[in-house]
Each structure stands twice: as structure tokens, then as C-alpha cells.
């Protein structure tokens, strides 16, 4: 119900190339774009579960966790202090992806990922080295702007550099380094939790500059996409990279194609304005939002960036915790290459059908698990080696759903539907949701875990399975669809089509022009 076809049943429009080795290096030197996200999501977790870091910045949690192990097990972490520790970073995430837009679109999605590295790396720098909590709170809001310009214009550039029929796998591989982040952050803090004298947090913190050096470097020698440079004026530098990163000489459909796009961008004097106020975007803005919005509340987040935390939380010991979750960020890390290989292959749709209804049965499971051993009360003082690695084995084929699903391709799908005339804005779009609710669930998981108990499970799998019929009915699938044709999709579909017609479309005023430019 949810599938497409081009009009009047022709195939959707192919340009010439081959996948050359520059580009290839170009796009994955892009992606290492998601590592400072994704070790973010790992390293903060596992920092917050340390007794010397909880000792000096969180008192009042240190001093409950190290009460008798009778205490309930729910509300052993629950501190708004530490909540917002972690939660701070993605609210500063959400505004600097809106001032991103407009950098992305008049400097180039390079520019944008360079100012990333740089204020990631300060942000680093400042956390290991805070004395005070207010120190170190700066310092993850500096994250945060870094990880928000990251987030707005890697997708982009990842998009529009990639061949078509190449498009998928590539931009998941922004993706696979969030999950690579991920896992790293997680041995690291296995390896610094063990360091004696208590500084070993600081170690954690203070590498989070690594992944920022890299997106630093590698955005110096990066080119631009094309069509961020005919969107800014330079043809003739455009043309002459598309044909480099193609690798054939005949670019002309490709490039025309970016021409047209450019020419209905100009038409459009407020990108914001059109995207909230224009009949013809509603299809693509609701997708941008509610994809976001859907990601986050899979509850994939509070197995990520809480995993050592939720783990000791359910009884496990510090060092089982810490273990756990390296095996949740290596099972996340290999289930995103079954994503790469098979988006282009199966579709996004597939994946993103398949991946929740397999969330929803084991998520469903885990709240069964815990809800069973722990009941309400959650004092339990004894958790049996076989209910533990049935937890941690349904967590893991939670996360395989998610990794090859709504993992990737929630970063992947808003990326390539908007026209460009909005596509810089949209994106901000995407990852301010995607900020804003990243941020409620940080903000809130520790304190809804203390009063909803194992029902906070059952509360994110009823929003898996929302979002799962979502999919089916309204989604349309995008792959192998050249990215300055994605209108076509929209217009296409059984529900959306209706929004496609309006006359303020710049689409059809850019038709129009056309047409009596060629009159004249």
C-alpha cells in the first residue's frame, strides 16, 4: 500500500557513472562525520555508571548507590542533576542544527562539518578538565552545537555525493560510525572504569577529541558536493567535480538535473517560509518530523546512551554492566551492515517494516522479563546468571532490529525526499526533532524508570508499533530514485499525491518559466 511507481508506469530516470575510488573515499571519510555522535551516545553512559565521577559531580547518587542492595532497583539512578548532564547536550544539538541550515546552504556542507570538529573538540577539551558541574555542563552543550552541525549537513553531504543507485548503503555509513562510535566509547570506558586514583572518567571524556580531530582533518581535504556549488553559483567547479566523482565525461542529464533544481531553489525567497507554509512540502515535512520523533521513542536511546546505568539498574554488577553494553554496541555496529547491503537491495520500507515489528516482540519481551523478576517493588537482591543473558540476548535482537532499521534509515530517508530549494531546512528540521525528543528522553527516562517501572518498556513498544503501521501505510519507497527526481514520489503515492497539485508548487512555476522561456 505504501509503494510507488512513476507515471504512467516508466522507470524511474538512471544517470551514467561508476563508483570511483574518490568518491568512495570522499564519502567515507564524510561519514566519520557520525563518530562524534556516536561516542557521545556511548561514553556518557558508561561515565555516569563511575563511582569516582558520580562522587564528585553526584553526590546524592553516590551515596544511593552505595546503599544496601535491597534498594529499589528502579530508582537507584534517579537524579534530574544527571539527567541533565546527559540530556543538555542534545537541546544545544536542536538549536545549532537550525543555525547549521543556514550556514549549510550559503557555505557549503564542508564548512558546516568543519565548524563541527572544532567546537566538538573545545567541548571535549573542557569536559576533561571540569572541577565543577557548571564546568562541565559548558562543556557538553559545546558537544552539543558540534554534534547538531554534524548532524545537519553529513546526511546532506552523503546524499548528494553518493551515485544513485549507490545512495542507501553510503549514507548508512554515517550510521555505522555512530554505531563504531558507539563501541568504542564503550571498551574505552571498560578500560578507564578499571583506572586506579579515579581520573579514569577524564580519560573517557577527554577522548571524545579523537573522533573530532578526524572529521577535523578530513574536512580540509574534502571537496564540496555539486550541488551544494550550483545551489551557491559555481557551475563550472560543479560540472567539473560531478564529472570526477562519476568518472565518465557524458554528465550532462545529472547536471541539467541540478540545474532545473537550482532554478526552482531561486524561485523560493524563504526556504522556512515555503517548507511550513507551502501545500507541496507537507508530505516531505511530515516525514521529517514524525521520522525523528518515531526514532527516538523505539526507546533505542535508553539502551544506548543509559546501557551501563539501565544494566546495574536491573541488578547486574559494575563490571557485567560495562560488558553488556560492549556487546549491545557490537551486535549495533554488525546489524548496521546488513542495512548498508541491503537498502539498495530490498528497499527502505522493507527494512523499516521488518525492523519494528521485531522491536516490538522483544522489546515487549523485555518489559515481560523484568516486570516477572522485578515486579513493582524492583527490590531484588539476586539476579540468576540465566535471566541475565536472557535480558542482555533479547536487548541484543532488540538492537539488530533498530541497527538495520530506524537506525539508519531514519538518518538516511530525510535526507534525500526534500527538492533543494528546502533541502538545506528540512534537514535542520530532522535533526532539531530528532534533538528535541533525543533530549526528553535523556531528560526523563531515569525519573519515568522510577515511577513507570518495567511499564516504561510497554511504553515505547506501543510507540514501535504505531510507527510500524505508519510505514505501511504512508511511506513510499525511495530507492535506486535519482534525488533531484524525489518529487516524483510524492506525486505518485496513493494518499500524498493529493498535496502535489498546488499552483504555488515552485515545481510547476518553474515548468511554467521554462515554457515561456522557450516561447520567447
Known amino acids: 500500500m505504501g509503494g510507488v511507481s512513476f507515471d504512467g508506469g516508466s522507470p524511474p530516470p538512471s544517470y551514467p557513472g561508476k563508483l570511483t575510488p574518490y568518491v568512495l573515499l570522499t564519502v567515507l571519510a564524510g561519514a566519520a562525520g557520525g563518530l562524534i555522535f556516536g561516542y557521545d551516545?556511548?561514553?556518557?553512559?558508561?561515565?555516569?555508571?563511575?563511582?569516582?565521577?558520580?562522587?564528585?559531580?553526584?553526590?546524592?547518587?553516590?551515596?544511593?548507590?552505595?546503599?544496601?542492595?535491597?534498594?529499589?532497583?528502579?530508582?537507584?539512578?534517579?537524579?534530574?542533576?544527571?539527567?541533565?548532564?546527559?540530556?543538555?547536550?542534545?537541546?544545544?544539538?536542536?538549536?545549532?542544527?537550525?543555525?547549521?541550515?543556514?550556514?549549510?546552504?550559503k557555505f557549503g556542507r564542508r564548512i558546516s562539518m568543519m565548524m563541527a570538529g572544532f567546537i566538538f573538540l573545545f567541548g571535549a577539551a573542557l569536559n576533561a578538565g571540569a572541577v565543577h558541574l557548571s564546568m562541565l555542563i559548558l562543556g557538553r552543550?559545546?558537544?552539543?552545537?558540534?554534534?547538531?552541525?554534524?548532524?545537519?549537513?553529513?546526511?546532506l553531504y552523503l546524499s548528494e555525493m553518493s551515485p544513485y543507485n549507490y545512495r542507501g548503503r553510503f549514507n548508512i555509513c554515517f550510521q555505522l560510525m555512530i554505531t563504531i562510535?558507539?563501541?568504542?566509547?564503550?571498551?574505552?570506558?571498560?578500560?578507564?572504569?578499571?583506572?586506579?586514583?579515579?581520573?579514569?572518567?577524564?580519560?573517557?571524556?577527554?577522548?571524545?577529541?579523537?573522533?573530532?580531530?578526524?572529521?577535523?582533518?578530513?574536512?580540509?581535504?574534502?571537496?564540496?558536493?555539486?550541488?551544494?556549488?550550483?545551489?551557491?553559483?559555481?557551475?563550472?567547479e560543479a560540472k567539473a567535480l560531478l564529472k570526477r566523482i562519476r568518472g565518465v565525461d557524458d554528465v550532462d542529464a545529472e547536471f541539467n538535473d541540478m540545474l532545473a533544481a537550482k532554478n526552482e531553489a531561486d524561485l523560493v525567497e524563504s526556504p522556512w517560509r515555503n517548507l511550513f507554509g507551502t501545500k507541496c512540502y507537507r508530505p516531505q515535512l511530515a516525514m521529517?518530523?514524525?521520522?525523528?520523533?518515531?526514532?527516538?521513542?523505539?526507546?533505542?536511546?535508553?539502551?544506548?546512551?543509559?546501557?551501563?546505568?539501565l544494566f546495574q539498574s536491573l541488578g547486574f554488577g559494575?563490571?557485567?554492566?560495562?560488558?553488556?553494553?560492549?556487546?549491545?554496541g557490537v551486535v549495533n555496529m554488525f546489524a548496521t551492515g546488513v542495512s548498508i547491503y541491503g537498502s539498495d537491495r530490498w528497499g527502505r520500507r522493507s527494512l523499516f517494516?521488518?525492523?519494528?515489528?521485531?522491536?516490538f516482540i522483544f522489546q515487549s519481551l523485555i518489559a515481560g522479563l523484568i516486570g516477572w523478576r522485578f515486579g513493582v517493588s524492583g527490590n531484588v537482591t539476586d539476579i540468576p546468571f540465566w535471566f541475565a543473558a536472557v535480558v542482555v540476548v533479547c536487548i541484543c535482537v532488540y538492537v539488530m532490529g533498530f541497527a538495520?532499521?530506524?537506525?539508519?534509515?531514519?538518518?538516511?530517508?530525510p535526507s534525500e525526499i526534500f527538492p533543494l530549494e528546502v533541502r538545506s531546512a528540512a534537514?535542520?528540521?530532522?535533526?532539531?526533532?530528532?534533538?528535541?525528543?533525543?533530549?526528553?528522553?535523556?531528560?526523563?527516562?531515569?525519573?519515568?524508570?522510577?515511577?513507570?517501572?518495567?511499564?516504561?518498556?510497554?511504553?515505547?513498544?506501543?510507540?514501535?508499533?504505531?510507527?510500524?503501521?505508519?510505514?505501511?501505510?504512508?511511506?513510499?519507497?525511495?530507492?535506486?530514485?535519482?534525488?533531484?527526481?524525489?518529487?516524483?514520489?510524492?506525486?505518485?503515492?496513493?494518499f500524498w499525491k493529493r498535496f502535489m497539485n498546488e499552483p504555488n508548487d515552485p515545481v510547476i512555476k518553474a515548468i511554467a518559466m521554462n515554457k515561456l522561456r522557450d516561447r520567447v
Open 141 to 155: 552543550i559545546l558537544l552539543g552545537i558540534g554534534i547538531g552541525f554534524a548532524n545537519q549537513s553529513v546526511p
Open 181 to 236: 562510535g558507539i563501541l568504542c566509547a564503550n571498551l574505552i570506558n571498560f578500560g578507564t572504569a578499571k583506572i586506579s586514583g579515579g581520573w579514569g572518567w577524564r580519560l573517557s571524556l577527554g577522548l571524545a577529541g579523537v573522533p573530532a580531530v578526524i572529521i577535523l582533518i578530513a574536512s580540509f581535504f574534502l571537496s564540496d558536493t555539486p550541488n551544494s556549488m550550483v545551489q551557491r553559483g559555481r557551475e563550472i
Open 41 to 105: 551516545l556511548g561514553i556518557s553512559g558508561g561515565v555516569t555508571s563511575m563511582a569516582p565521577f558520580l562522587e564528585k559531580f553526584f553526590p546524592d547518587v553516590y551515596e544511593r548507590q552505595q546503599s544496601i542492595t535491597s534498594t529499589n532497583q528502579y530508582c537507584k539512578f534517579n537524579s534530574p542533576t544527571l539527567q541533565l548532564f546527559t540530556s543538555s547536550l542534545y537541546l544545544a544539538a536542536l538549536f545549532a542544527s537550525l543555525a547549521a541550515g543556514e550556514v549549510t546552504k
Open 404 to 413: 538495520w532499521s530506524w537506525g539508519p534509515l531514519g538518518w538516511l530517508y
Open 353 to 359: 517494516l521488518e525492523g519494528g515489528v521485531q522491536m
Open 427 to 494: 534537514q535542520s528540521v530532522t535533526v532539531a526533532v530528532n534533538m528535541a525528543f533525543t533530549f526528553i528522553v535523556g531528560q526523563c527516562f531515569l525519573s519515568m524508570l522510577c515511577s513507570m517501572k518495567y511499564g516504561l518498556f510497554i511504553f515505547f513498544a506501543i510507540f514501535v508499533a504505531v510507527m510500524t503501521l505508519f510505514c505501511y501505510f504512508f511511506m513510499p519507497e525511495t530507492k535506486n530514485i535519482p534525488i533531484e527526481e524525489m518529487t516524483q514520489v510524492w506525486r505518485s503515492h496513493w
Open 288 to 309: 521529517s518530523i514524525l521520522i525523528p520523533f518515531f526514532q527516538q521513542f523505539t526507546g533505542i536511546n535508553v539502551i544506548m546512551f543509559y546501557a551501563p546505568v
Open 318 to 328: 559494575s563490571d557485567a554492566s560495562l560488558i553488556s553494553s560492549v556487546i549491545t
